[in-house]
């Protein structure tokens, strides 16, 4: 065993923010899929479909990160809430209002704000992610986001009441929620406001929050081996997390070929996504902060971190107005877009992404508690 700093003194886990870069990787190729069935075989174009995944690891991957950096200090003082919120905000907030407000130009230069300022503020404020209408407005993937704020908001509560109420609890009161809004608003024309089952266990946190309490789990866990300062030789949670991933996405891709009825489809596929798939992934971290790997190492490569700190510029762009551009106005190929797109997500994050979250921290922040590592 080699000796290592005691992780559960750290706040940057240089492989789980490699994992980032990997994950973002998959939401773009569950996008645009260049695995041609009629190339590669319709088994692994149907396997790639399903990287959607990518957006469950982003969410257990949260529920750690949130729970090991702040859940002690936003139950214990003031200051450690404003803290807490001023972070979660720099971290967020200012990449995704500049690329909301570049994807609402076109409607704004043609006259068009007027009618469209409703569908900005709905962006703007995170509110689009409640209604299965808009949902894709703006920038496309900007759904998750309401699911990761809704989250961050209510932490601080799930930390306060964590003593009271065990977080399996807590995670089944939410469960129960969101299908009570769905009772009362599934028949409703209120925009698609929790309007189906679909929509409740696909888009919104209510029913996606076990990858959450998922990742909570794992920092748990993680902070009460405080007495563990050595990185193991073997390897098998980071093995065993892998193939769990995996047998998970091929249970997915067998299920959109096999399941008959939607309401098959919906059940078995929020089984394995929300249900079975979170523990899998946070055996996979569990084994990437544990364990000696080649996989770790080269997830903690330079260029791996710089890419999983670009990640979130990366995946706000991938599927919108810069792929519109250089896919159909300059008719790139898809692998120079991917390029290209990595390369604008790296001098984003460099330029405007970091400095500008640190420059929110100064005004707003006695001191920056935490260093920034994208995170």
């Known amino acids: 065993m080699t000796k290592q700093p005691n992780i559960s003194t750290e706040n940057y886990f240089p492989a789980l923010t490699g994992i980032r870069a990997v994950a973002a990787c998959m939401v773009f190729l569950h996008h ?92 703007l404020t995170f509110l689009r992610g409640f209604f299965d209408e808009y949902k894709f407005t703006g920038i496309p993937g900007g759904w998750s986001l309401t699911v990761e704020e809704l989250f961050y908001f209510l932490f601080p509560l799930i930390i306060i009441f964590s003593n009271r ?87 997915l891709t067998v299920n959109r070929n096999y399941s008959l009825q939607q309401n098959q489809f919906l059940f078995f596929e929020t089984l394995i996504n929300n249900l079975l798939l979170p523990f899998g992934i946070a055996i996979f971290f569990y084994g990437l902060l544990t364990e000696k790997s080649y996989l770790r190492k080269i997830l903690e490569t330079n260029f791996l971190c710089l890419l999983g700190k670009s990640s979130y510029v990366f995946y706000l762009i991938h599927n919108g107005f810069l792929f519109s551009f250089f896919y159909l106005t300059l008719h790139l190929n898809l692998p120079i877009i991917f390029v290209l797109l990595i390369g604008i997500s790296i001098l984003l994050y460099l330029f405007a992404e970091k400095p500008l979250n640190r420059i929110i921290r100064r005004k707003f922040l006695w001191k920056d508690p935490h260093n920034y590592s994208g995170g």
């Open 165 to 251: 109420i065990k977080l399996i609890l807590q995670m089944t009161l939410f469960i129960g929620l969101g299908l009570f809004l769905w009772r009362i608003f599934k028949n409703s024309s209120f925009h698609g406001f929790f309007s189906s089952l679909q929509f409740l266990f696909e888009f919104t946190f209510f029913g996606r929050c076990i990858e959450f309490f998922a990742g909570m789990q794992l920092a748990i866990y993680v902070k009460s081996q405080k007495h563990e300062n050595v990185i193991r030789n073997h390897n098998y949670a980071t093995i065993t997390g892998a193939l769990y991933i995996i047998v998970c996405i091929g249970f």
């Open 32 to 123: 645009f899929n260049p695995f041609k069935a009629s190339v590669f075989g319709k088994p692994i174009h149907d396997f790639v479909q399903e990287f959607h995944v990518g957006v469950t690891i982003f969410f257990v991957l949260s529920g750690f990160l949130i729970y090991y950096r702040y859940s002690e200090s936003v139950s214990l003082t003031r200051q450690g809430i404003k803290t807490y919120f001023i972070n979660r905000f720099a971290r967020i907030y200012p990449m995704y209002f500049i690329i909301t407000i570049i994807s609402f130009l076109p409607f704004i230069c043609n006259c068009f704000f007027s009618d469209n300022i409703r569908l900005l503020f709905l962006n």
